[in-house]
């Protein structure tokens, strides 16, 4: 069974750090980008960041409101996506969920051969409450 | 960034309604529109993307449409089990995604 699970949530207090953890079964956790989305108490959805496959660079993005403290990271090996968060507000305090990237490849005739690249978040994770408060 | 706005923000609608989302983008995204549905407590499902295609295992029931700006997001005939927040996502920036604020839909 294609699954994410992750791990590593709690309640910590302003200003520290915390790791979560993303263990991927039934698939091969390398050949995919890695999306970070969190939900605060009682609100919508809000994309945190994401790591790139080794294939294309194992390159990261970042949300404006978590970028320089937030890091993605990958240890392709363990099948393992990390969320490593440091300087924790209580703004922070959400639900955690780690995502599998799909992607749908279109070859779209044209003078010179352009790919699209259609990304998705196809598998979600049960989620991890991060709680900062003092 | 760019900014996804939905409407409504909440729907009361009746088993076997026709039922329908929007969705507008702040800038032209192409197709690069997915939608999510989420039930409380739970984490969210992929239902379409790239503005209209149905994932595998998602009731035929679900469509999508649109490109550029405004997307919509149609349920044919609801069921009992589609009352849930809907989300729209883009996905045309690959240095920032959003999603939309969510759609509430309930039980009139």
């Known amino acids: 069974e294609v699954q994410l699970v992750e791990s590593g949530g709690g309640l910590v207090q302003p200003g520290r750090s915390l790791r979560l953890s993303c263990t991927a079964s039934?698939?091969?956790?390398?050949?995919?980008?890695v999306s970070w989305v969190r939900q605060a108490p009682g609100k919508g959805l809000e994309w945190v960041g994401f790591?790139?496959?080794?294939?294309?660079?194992?390159?990261?993005e970042y949300a404006a409101s978590v970028k320089g403290r937030f890091t993605v990271s990958r240890d392709d090996s363990k099948s393992i996506a990390y969320l490593q968060m440091n300087s924790l507000k209580t703004e922070d305090t959400a639900v955690y969920y780690c995502?599998?990237?799909?992607?749908?490849?279109?070859?779209?005739?044209?003078?010179?051969?352009?790919?699209?690249?259609?990304?998705?978040?196809?598998?979600w994770g049960k989620g991890t409450t991060v709680t900062v408060s003092s | 960034d760019i900014q996804m706005t939905q409407s409504p923000s909440s729907l009361s609608a009746s088993v076997g309604d026709r039922v329908t989302i929007t969705c507008r983008a702040s800038?032209?995204?192409?197709?690069?529109l997915n939608w999510y549905q989420q039930k409380p407590g739970k984490a969210p499902k992929l239902l379409i993307y790239?503005?209209?295609s149905l994932q595998s295992g998602v009731p035929s029931r679900f469509s999508g449409s649109g490109s550029g700006t405004d997307f919509t997001l149609t349920i044919s005939s609801l069921q009992p089990e589609d009352f849930a927040t809907y989300y729209c996502?883009?996905?045309?920036?690959?240095?920032?995604?959003?999603f939309g604020q969510g759609t509430k839909l309930e039980i009139k």
């Open positions: 995502t599998r990237e799909g992607v749908r490849i279109v070859v779209v005739p044209a003078a010179t051969v352009r790919l699209d690249y259609y990304y998705y978040m196809d598998v």
């Open positions: 039934g698939f091969t956790l390398g050949d995919y980008a």
């Open positions: 790591i790139r496959s080794k294939a294309y660079g194992g390159t990261t």
């Open positions: 800038q032209s995204i192409s197709s690069y």
């Open positions: 790239a503005a209209s």
């Open positions: 996502q883009q996905s045309y920036s690959t240095l920032s995604y959003t």
